[in-house]
């Protein structure tokens, strides 16, 4: 049974980088068939995509995030990883990772989610 | 890239019926038949219901069902149960590997 599990800082102060990792158990990180995502939730409002790896490293972002989105696959260590940059206060969400079924392009599993505030 | 329009609140009494629409563009929800459908529980992860516009996963009850018309995707919850009262957010493919979700819709059992 797959799971994935979202780790990191739950503060981030304004200016600097906000870095989550997502560790996946139950199924391989290798597979073509999925993308591995990122997708947050502000307090009290809507989901918004962030951006997905392939397996190979190929990242795919919201463009209006590109400029400071970041995201890595470590094979080895089945888990992958988001880097956000130049937070504001803006950024403060729950964060979730989830697996995405590539060619259907739905959200199959998620991990619990993570809340990251940024402030000083 | 804008989140597909969603109305904020739905209801209906237990056992009727209720359907949310979801609308986008033809770059997103016309545009391809990649329209999935997500329950979220309070302070929980968005849990798959519907995706590829009208199929089910396994372990989602058929009383949740999904179309789409042109840019407008529809999701209906018949028989309504207490159980069902959450939030309700669509999502659809936008072309070159890109995503895009609903505002999202709280629907409330009278």
């Known amino acids: 049974h797959l799971q994935l599990q979202e780790s990191g800082p739950g503060l981030v102060k304004p200016s600097e980088t906000l870095s989550l990792t997502c560790s996946v158990s139950?199924?391989?990180?290798?597979?073509?068939?999925?993308?591995w995502g990122w997708i947050r939730q502000p307090p009290g409002k809507g989901l918004e995509w962030i951006g997905n790896v392939f397996y190979n490293g190929e990242t795919y972002s919201n463009p209006s995030l590109k400029s400071r989105v970041t995201i890595s696959i470590d094979r080895s260590q089945t888990q992958f990883s988001l880097h956000l940059s130049a937070v504001t206060a803006a950024d403060t969400a729950v964060y979730y990772c989830?697996?995405?079924?590539?060619?259907?392009?739905?959200?199959?599993?998620w991990g619990q989610g993570t809340l990251v505030t940024a402030s000083s | 890239q804008s989140a597909l329009t969603q109305p904020p609140s739905a209801s209906g009494s237990p056992g009727q019926s209720v359907t949310i629409s979801c609308t986008g563009t033809s770059s997103d929800v016309g545009g391809y038949n990649f329209v999935s459908w997500y329950q979220q529980n309070p302070g929980k992860a968005p849990r798959l219901i519907i995706y590829e516009v009208s199929k089910w996963p396994s372990g989602v009850p058929d009383r949740f069902s999904g179309s789409k018309s042109g840019n407008t995707a529809s999701l209906t919850v018949s028989g309504l149960q207490a159980e069902d009262e959450a939030d309700y957010y669509c999502s659809s493919y936008a072309g070159n590997n890109e995503y895009v979700f609903g505002t999202g819709t709280k629907v409330t059992v009278l």
């Open positions: 989830a697996r995405v079924r590539r060619f259907a392009d739905y959200f199959d599993y």
């Open positions: 139950g199924d391989s990180i290798s597979s073509g068939d999925f993308f």
